[in-house]
């Protein structure tokens, strides 16, 4: 099911009849395939029917059913403020970056919030179990929410068309918060771009203080996933297109009646984010510099018109009017206008002999999220020929390696890079054109719709149906084995494994319980303990030296065995590199009221669990960014644990303990570990897989198990040391409360 604002379609009333013809427009024309095919419903407003009569209405309606369109009716007042209003007066420049056109009194919030509940509500009611539903772009952000409300267990997933804008810009939004929540609703949440991707993270964690994975963000007990899938076109159709017979007529036809001159195109939406002023500023240029050009060049720009409602885009189209008046009067001669200006759409003949007939492509939006017509322009060259001049700023110019790329805002620039293509030579031409054919016909609409379902459907195969077709032993049978039949060692993380997370680490000392559990633990017969631990050698020392257990400091750097006394270290320390970085945390600490460094022998870390939870996460993603520059040429790596940041020699991980251990260990030893840490992945991942590891909490992660927190940590621990035989019946029920669960398969242990 396929939900967005507009339609594939748009409804006409001709001579007292109401009739549907498809839709233009980079959404439409992108989905239509996908709809057709997969017998799915298109929910979406069908546009203004106010004026229709009922029997026109119920025809209409008759009709959309019959293409698995069904509409959601909007009143004329909700399209005013919810469509015009908010979506186009004030998000749309926003995620543009043009914060002046922004109304001073933004206004809309509500009826953008009450259509799209419609959106939902249309939604839910259509909805099926099993069915997925898809939600696009900027108009409809709040549905994803609405929806996971009602529907709980639904597949949704959401894809924005727009650029999604850096974090400085989005903040500006008062309503940023909503729809942020908005859009987690979602399973899976899709962008054109890496850099858009990057720009929803920073934002979550400005906004919402949330620290995504690479690839998703937790929220309460579920996954958004984030995805970077570029938009395409139907690169096939475009060529038969190109190839049509009356295609080649009308193309014989333009370049006739331009006489030999050069044809420079721009087509777009009459939309000013579309960067029509400034191209026209840099074809005057271009003519008044070197008047000689006026009768060898011909541009033609074709203006959809777009939102004629809103104010702002009235008082656009007059001003291009005006510039292309101005041009024509001073650059014009007898024999020609150099601007060609079509301000209505053309026929789909029409625009593919346009792109055939070019012989160079303006397409410089001061911001775009994709822009399709780039695409199309280089799928309907069939014959390799014609140069696309791209700006920086489309996201298709983070694909189009062979585009003469330029920064649409540098009018000289486009004057150049005009100039460049109208004399490029012909081995060149085809060559870039090759290249960005290749790229535009591999990676077309259908691969795009593709690679966004079935990314959508395996976030969802990853939470229900895994355990299903990978069946994983739980975690009480794992151990009620092991404890029965072999020697067991356990390396344990120690903050928020078996103590929770204090406010500061100095108050994270051990309570009496947990040194029990520990010396008895370590007593039990065939089973050693393992603390391996970030902390210095001189804290572990202070708080465990007198227990019979091995120790690992700073992530396994030093190591001091059960039975000596003694540290040793497992890489030469060069500490110099230390002195160099203190001063970058030092600084953090000084401006993030509750944060801390602390100096360790082959690490520096600081720590921000008492900081202001939204600015402790903003300051930390900084000082991530700035490391990240400053020590990319060093031995040095960046880690994240949960409320640290820490360089550490690189190499120097809770792996090294892994393999230590699995050198050591006597065959058919059980290993077990646990931790709660991003740190501890890299012990569960360098362990084999017949170990059982065990994430504590709700943080993604590589563990085969997860439990809650260290209070069940300490009672699986517990189990081991009861008796001899320690899992038995009674040992067992003590887990069963729900706080085992197998992470595949989300469930309550049923050992
Ligand atoms: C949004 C984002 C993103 C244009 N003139 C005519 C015509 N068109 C068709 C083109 C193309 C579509 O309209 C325009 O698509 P764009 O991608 O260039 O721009 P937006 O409408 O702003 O689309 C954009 C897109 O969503 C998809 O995600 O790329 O960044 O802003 O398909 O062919 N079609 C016909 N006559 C015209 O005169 N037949």
């Given amino acids: ?16 009849t109401v009739g549907l013809s498809d839709a233009g427009g980079g959404l439409a024309t992108g989905l239509r395939p996908y709809h057709e095919r997969s017998g799915g419903l298109w929910i979406g407003w069908p546009g203004d029917v106010s004026k229709m009569t009922p029997e026109q209405r119920h025809d209409l309606d008759e009709q959309l059913r019959q293409r698995a369109i069904v509409p959601v009716a909007l009143s004329r007042d909700h399209i005013e403020r919810f469509y015009n209003g908010f979506a186009n007066r004030v998000l749309w420049p926003l995620f543009h970056y043009l914060i002046d056109r922004v109304p001073v009194d933004a206004a809309g919030w509500d009826a953008y919030s009450q259509a799209n509940q419609a959106f939902a509500d249309a939604a839910a009611q259509e909805y099926r179990t099993g069915d997925t539903i898809w939600i696009h772009d900027y108009q409809l952000m709040l549905v994803p929410a609405m929806l996971r409300e009602r529907l709980p267990h639904a597949r949704i997933g959401f894809f924005l068309h727009i650029p999604f804008p850096s974090s400085e810009v989005y903040r500006i939004l008062p309503w940023r918060r909503q729809i942020l929540k908005g859009l987690l609703g979602a399973d899976l949440l899709g962008f054109h771009t890496f850099a858009y991707l990057r720009h929803f993270v920073a934002s979550l964690l400005h906004v919402e203080g949330v620290e995504p994975d690479i690839d998703r963000v937790r929220i309460a007990d579920r996954d958004v996933h984030l995805g970077v899938f570029p938009m395409g076109v139907d690169a096939s159709r475009f060529a038969a297109l190109a190839e049509d017979p009356e295609v080649e007529a009308r193309v014989r036809d333009i370049r006739r009646d331009a006489a030999g001159r050069q044809i420079v195109l721009g087509i777009d939406r009459l939309d000013y984010t579309k960067g029509i002023p400034r191209r026209l500023h840099a074809i005057e240029r271009l003519l ?52 060609h200006y079509i301000h209505q759409s053309v026929s789909q003949t029409e625009l593919v002999a346009l792109y055939r007939a070019a012989d160079a492509m303006l397409v410089t939006p001061l911001r775009d999220g994709m822009n399709l017509v780039a695409k199309e322009f280089v799928a309907s060259r069939v014959d390799d020929d014609g140069v696309l001049i791209l700006s920086e700023f489309a996201g298709a110019a983070a694909e189009l390696d062979g585009a003469v790329t330029v920064n649409p805002y540098d009018v ?58 990978r ?81 690992w400091a700073e992530h396994g750097f030093w190591h001091r065995p059960a039975s000596r006394r003694l540290w040793r270290a497992s890489a030469d320390v060069a500490p110099t590199w230390i002195a160099r970085v203190r001063p970058i945390f030092e600084h953090f600490a000084a401006s993030t009221p509750g944060s801390e460094v602390e100096i360790k022998s082959a690490s520096i870390a600081w720590h921000f669990r008492r900081a202001q939870r939204d600015f402790g996460a903003r300051q930390a993603h900084e000082l991530r960014m700035l490391l990240g520059d400053a020590l990319s040429n060093q031995p040095l790596e960046v880690i994240e644990g949960r409320k640290v940041i820490e360089v550490r020699l690189r190499g120097v991980s809770k792996a090294l303990v892994a393999h230590r251990i699995q050198a050591e260990a006597p065959p058919g030893c059980f290993v077990m570990a646990i931790g709660d840490d991003r740190t501890d992945e890299d ?69």
């Fill in 412 to 469: 000289d620039a486009v004057v150049e890079s005009i100039e460049r293509a109208l004399s490029m030579s012909p081995q060149e031409k085809q060559a870039r054109m090759k290249t960005l054919r290749q790229r535009v016909c591999d990676h077309d609409v259908d691969a795009w719709a593709n690679g966004f379902l079935e990314r959508l459907a395996a976030t969802r195969e990853d939470r229900s149906s895994s355990g299903l077709t």
């Fill in 471 to 551: 069946p994983e032993p739980c975690l009480v049978t794992v151990l009620t084995d092991a404890r029965r039949t072999r020697r067991i060692r356990l390396l344990l993380d120690y903050d928020g494994t078996l103590v929770p997370i204090a406010r500061s680490p100095n108050l994270a000392a051990p309570d009496h319980e947990v040194l029990a559990l520990l010396t008895d633990l370590a007593s039990s017969p065939g089973v050693e303990v393992d603390l391996v631990s970030g902390r210095s050698r001189s804290t572990l020392s202070a708080w465990f030296e007198h227990l019979p257990v091995s120790l």
């Fill in 1 to 16: 099911m396929i939900v967005s604002n507009r339609l594939p379609v748009v409804a006409r009333v001709v001579d007292g």
């Fill in 683 to 751: 012990l569960f991942r360098a362990l084999p897989a017949s170990s059982a590891t065990v994430v504590v909490g709700s943080r993604p992660s590589c563990a085969r198990f997860r439990v809650r927190d260290y209070r069940h940590v300490r009672r699986l621990l517990r189990t081991l040391v009861t008796s001899t035989h320690p899992l038995t019946t009674n040992g067992s029920a003590a887990l069963l409360d729900g706080s085992l669960t197998c992470p595949d398969l989300g469930s309550v242990d049923d050992a």
């Fill in 288 to 339: 008044t510099g070197a008047p000689e050009r006026r009768d060898q060049l011909r541009f033609i720009q074709v203006a959809v018109p777009s939102r004629g409602e809103v104010d702002s885009y009235q008082r656009f189209k007059r001003h291009v009017e005006e510039s292309v008046g101005r041009i024509n009067g001073t650059c014009g001669t007898l024999s020609s206008s150099p601007v």
